[in-house]
C-alpha cells in the first residue's frame, strides 16, 4: 500500500523528515519498505520559460526545419532552429533555455545545449509536450495562449508539485 506524505499533512500535524515519519509508522505495526520522491512532471520545469516567437523564417540548409527569433524576457532575442510544423510568429511557446534538462515522456533526459543544425546557430529549444512530460503529444509544439509574458517559468503555468510515498507492507495480523 502507498501512503502520499501530503495526503498524511492534510489530517496530521506533522514537523517529522520523511525517515522519522517511516521509522515511527513500522514502529506501530506498519512495515515501511520503501520511500520514493514524486514530482508531477519530472524534472520540475526547471529552466523552461515562456518565449513569444518575434519572427520564424525558412532554415536556409533545411526542408523542415526553420529559423526563429525568440524574446524570453531577457532582453536579447534567442535565434532558435525549430523542426515543428506549427511554428510562426507571433506564437507564444515554451522555451527549455541552455543547461536545462528535460525529462521526455519516455523516459529520457534531454541536455540543452547551445549548437548548430545544417550551420545555423540555435539557442535553446521550442519544445512540444512529450518533451517536457506534459503530454504524449509530438505533432507540434505547445502554443499557448497570449496572455503570458515572456521570461514567466514554465511552473506557473503547469503547477509542478511534490511528494513523498511510502510503500507501506501490511503484515498479517498474528
Given at each position: 500500500?502507498?501512503?502520499?506524505?501530503?495526503?498524511?499533512?492534510?489530517?496530521?500535524?506533522?514537523?517529522?523528515?520523511?525517515?522519522?515519519?517511516?521509522?515511527?509508522?513500522?514502529?506501530?505495526?506498519?512495515?515501511?519498505?520503501?520511500?520514493?520522491?514524486?514530482?508531477?512532471?519530472?524534472?520540475?520545469?526547471?529552466?523552461?520559460?515562456?518565449?513569444?516567437?518575434?519572427?520564424?523564417?525558412?532554415?536556409?540548409?533545411?526542408?523542415?526545419?526553420?529559423?526563429?527569433?525568440?524574446?524570453?524576457?531577457?532582453?536579447?532575442?534567442?535565434?532558435?532552429?525549430?523542426?515543428?510544423?506549427?511554428?510562426?510568429?507571433?506564437?507564444?511557446?515554451?522555451?527549455?533555455?541552455?543547461?536545462?534538462?528535460?525529462?521526455?515522456?519516455?523516459?529520457?533526459?534531454?541536455?540543452?545545449?547551445?549548437?548548430k543544425l545544417r550551420g545555423e546557430v540555435s539557442?535553446?529549444?521550442?519544445?512540444?509536450?512529450?518533451?517536457?512530460?506534459?503530454?504524449?503529444?509530438?505533432?507540434?509544439?505547445?502554443?499557448?495562449?497570449?496572455?503570458w509574458e515572456a521570461g514567466t517559468a514554465a511552473?506557473?503555468?503547469y503547477p509542478v508539485y511534490t511528494d513523498t510515498?511510502?510503500?507501506?507492507?501490511?503484515?498479517?495480523?498474528?
Amino acid at each position: 500500500m502507498n501512503i502520499s506524505l501530503n495526503w498524511l499533512k492534510e489530517y496530521l500535524l506533522l514537523d517529522l523528515s520523511p525517515a522519522e515519519i517511516a521509522e515511527t509508522l513500522t514502529n506501530i505495526g506498519l512495515a515501511v519498505d520503501g520511500i520514493e520522491e514524486y514530482e508531477s512532471i519530472p524534472g520540475g520545469l526547471k529552466g523552461v520559460v515562456v518565449g513569444k516567437v518575434v519572427e520564424c523564417i525558412k532554415h536556409p540548409n533545411a526542408d523542415k526545419l526553420s529559423l526563429t527569433k525568440v524574446d524570453i524576457g531577457t532582453g536579447t532575442l534567442l535565434q532558435i532552429v525549430c523542426g515543428a510544423p506549427n511554428v510562426a510568429a507571433g506564437q507564444t511557446v515554451l522555451v527549455a533555455t541552455i543547461g536545462s534538462i528535460l525529462h521526455t515522456s519516455k523516459g529520457e533526459k534531454l541536455e540543452i545545449k547551445k549548437g548548430k543544425l545544417r550551420g545555423e546557430v540555435s539557442e535553446g529549444m521550442i519544445c512540444a509536450g512529450d518533451e517536457l512530460s506534459i503530454n504524449d503529444d509530438h505533432s507540434g509544439i505547445i502554443v499557448l495562449e497570449d496572455k503570458w509574458e515572456a521570461g514567466t517559468a514554465a511552473s506557473v503555468i503547469y503547477p509542478v508539485y511534490t511528494d513523498t510515498i511510502f510503500e507501506v507492507d501490511l503484515t498479517p495480523n498474528r
